[in-house]
Protein backbone atom coordinates (compact mmCIF):
# COMPACT_ATOMS: atom_id res chain seq x y z
CA UNK A 1 0.00 0.00 0.00
CA UNK A 2 1.39 3.40 -0.72
CA UNK A 3 -0.50 6.32 0.76
CA UNK A 4 -0.70 9.88 -1.05
CA UNK A 5 1.95 11.42 0.84
CA UNK A 6 4.94 8.36 0.90
CA UNK A 7 3.65 8.45 -3.25
CA UNK A 8 4.71 12.27 -3.89
CA UNK A 9 7.51 11.85 -1.31
CA UNK A 10 8.83 9.29 -3.15
CA UNK A 11 8.58 11.17 -6.26
CA UNK A 12 10.61 14.20 -4.73
CA UNK A 13 13.11 12.14 -3.51
CA UNK A 14 14.07 10.81 -6.54
CA UNK A 15 14.12 14.85 -8.04
CA UNK A 16 16.35 15.36 -5.19
CA UNK A 17 18.51 12.87 -6.26
CA UNK A 18 18.34 13.43 -9.57
CA UNK A 19 19.38 17.40 -8.82
CA UNK A 20 21.77 16.69 -6.19
CA UNK A 21 23.96 14.46 -8.87
CA UNK A 22 23.32 17.40 -12.04
CA UNK A 23 23.34 20.75 -10.33
CA UNK A 24 26.03 20.28 -8.55
CA UNK A 25 28.60 20.24 -11.66
CA UNK A 26 26.36 22.18 -13.70
CA UNK A 27 28.34 24.34 -16.00
CA UNK A 28 25.66 27.46 -16.21
CA UNK A 29 25.24 28.27 -12.73
CA UNK A 30 26.99 29.59 -10.10
CA UNK A 31 27.56 26.76 -7.04
CA UNK A 32 25.78 29.41 -4.97
CA UNK A 33 22.74 28.74 -7.22
CA UNK A 34 23.15 25.25 -7.15
CA UNK A 35 23.64 25.28 -3.68
CA UNK A 36 19.90 27.42 -3.22
CA UNK A 37 18.22 25.06 -5.25
CA UNK A 38 19.74 21.54 -3.30
CA UNK A 39 19.24 24.10 -0.01
CA UNK A 40 14.83 24.28 -0.63
CA UNK A 41 14.90 19.95 -1.27
CA UNK A 42 16.71 20.25 2.84
CA UNK A 43 14.16 22.41 3.64
CA UNK A 44 11.21 20.86 1.73
CA UNK A 45 12.17 17.37 3.71
CA UNK A 46 12.31 19.04 6.80
CA UNK A 47 8.66 20.23 6.21
CA UNK A 48 7.39 16.76 5.32
CA UNK A 49 9.08 15.66 8.83
CA UNK A 50 7.55 18.05 10.79
CA UNK A 51 4.74 18.03 9.06
CA UNK A 52 4.57 21.83 7.93
CA UNK A 53 3.75 23.08 4.99
CA UNK A 54 5.68 22.07 2.10
CA UNK A 55 3.48 23.33 -0.73
CA UNK A 56 5.72 26.57 -0.60
CA UNK A 57 9.25 24.96 -1.27
CA UNK A 58 8.29 22.62 -3.45
CA UNK A 59 6.79 25.28 -5.54
CA UNK A 60 9.70 26.84 -5.39
CA UNK A 61 11.68 24.31 -6.47
CA UNK A 62 9.92 23.49 -9.38
CA UNK A 63 10.16 27.35 -10.25
CA UNK A 64 13.56 27.12 -10.36
CA UNK A 65 14.07 23.87 -12.13
CA UNK A 66 12.01 25.28 -15.06
CA UNK A 67 13.59 28.64 -15.24
CA UNK A 68 17.33 27.65 -14.23
CA UNK A 69 17.75 24.36 -15.30
CA UNK A 70 15.80 23.33 -18.40
CA UNK A 71 17.89 20.48 -18.99
CA UNK A 72 16.47 19.06 -15.73
CA UNK A 73 12.73 20.15 -16.73
CA UNK A 74 11.68 17.11 -18.68
CA UNK A 75 12.73 14.96 -15.94
CA UNK A 76 10.34 16.51 -13.81
CA UNK A 77 7.73 13.71 -12.76
CA UNK A 78 4.59 15.86 -13.78
CA UNK A 79 2.68 14.53 -10.83
CA UNK A 80 5.41 16.97 -8.61
CA UNK A 81 3.47 19.45 -10.55
CA UNK A 82 0.28 18.66 -9.13
CA UNK A 83 0.91 17.74 -6.06
CA UNK A 84 2.53 21.44 -5.24
CA UNK A 85 0.49 23.35 -7.11
CA UNK A 86 0.43 27.33 -7.12
CA UNK A 87 2.09 28.26 -10.28
CA UNK A 88 3.20 24.87 -11.17
CA UNK A 89 -0.43 24.09 -12.56
CA UNK A 90 0.47 26.31 -15.02
CA UNK A 91 2.85 23.69 -16.79
CA UNK A 92 -0.25 21.05 -16.77
CA UNK A 93 -3.03 21.14 -19.47
CA UNK A 94 -6.55 21.01 -19.29
CA UNK A 95 -7.09 17.07 -19.19
CA UNK A 96 -4.08 16.48 -16.82
CA UNK A 97 -5.54 18.72 -14.35
CA UNK A 98 -9.06 16.75 -15.06
CA UNK A 99 -7.27 13.69 -14.67
CA UNK A 100 -6.00 14.57 -10.99
CA UNK A 101 -9.27 15.80 -10.15
CA UNK A 102 -10.57 12.66 -10.37
CA UNK A 103 -7.53 10.63 -9.18
CA UNK A 104 -8.20 12.88 -6.05
CA UNK A 105 -11.78 12.73 -5.38
CA UNK A 106 -11.49 8.78 -5.74
CA UNK A 107 -8.69 8.33 -3.60
CA UNK A 108 -10.59 10.44 -0.40
CA UNK A 109 -13.52 8.58 -1.49
CA UNK A 110 -12.01 5.35 -1.12
CA UNK A 111 -10.09 6.06 1.41
CA UNK A 112 -13.26 6.74 3.79
CA UNK A 113 -13.88 3.60 3.51
CA UNK A 114 -10.78 1.60 3.75
CA UNK A 115 -7.63 3.35 4.79
CA UNK A 116 -5.45 0.80 2.37
CA UNK A 117 -5.58 2.39 -0.64
CA UNK A 118 -2.85 2.73 -2.90
CA UNK A 119 -2.78 5.80 -4.32
CA UNK A 120 -0.26 4.41 -6.95
CA UNK A 121 -2.17 1.59 -7.70
CA UNK A 122 -5.53 4.40 -8.01
CA UNK A 123 -3.37 6.42 -9.88
CA UNK A 124 -2.57 3.54 -12.71
CA UNK A 125 -6.63 2.87 -12.97
CA UNK A 126 -7.12 6.78 -13.84
CA UNK A 127 -4.54 7.00 -15.97
CA UNK A 128 -5.60 4.32 -17.76
CA UNK A 129 -2.15 2.97 -17.03
CA UNK A 130 -3.10 -0.77 -16.39
Known amino acids: MTTRLEYYRHLNDALSELCTKVVTQHPNHSEESNNELLELFAQLDD??????????FGQQIINRIVSHYPD?????????????????????????????????????????????????????QVFNMH
Open 47 to 56: CFVSNDDYAL
Open 72 to 124: ITPQVHRDLLWFFGGDCLHFLGDEEIQKYQELEERYYELNKADENVSYRNLRA
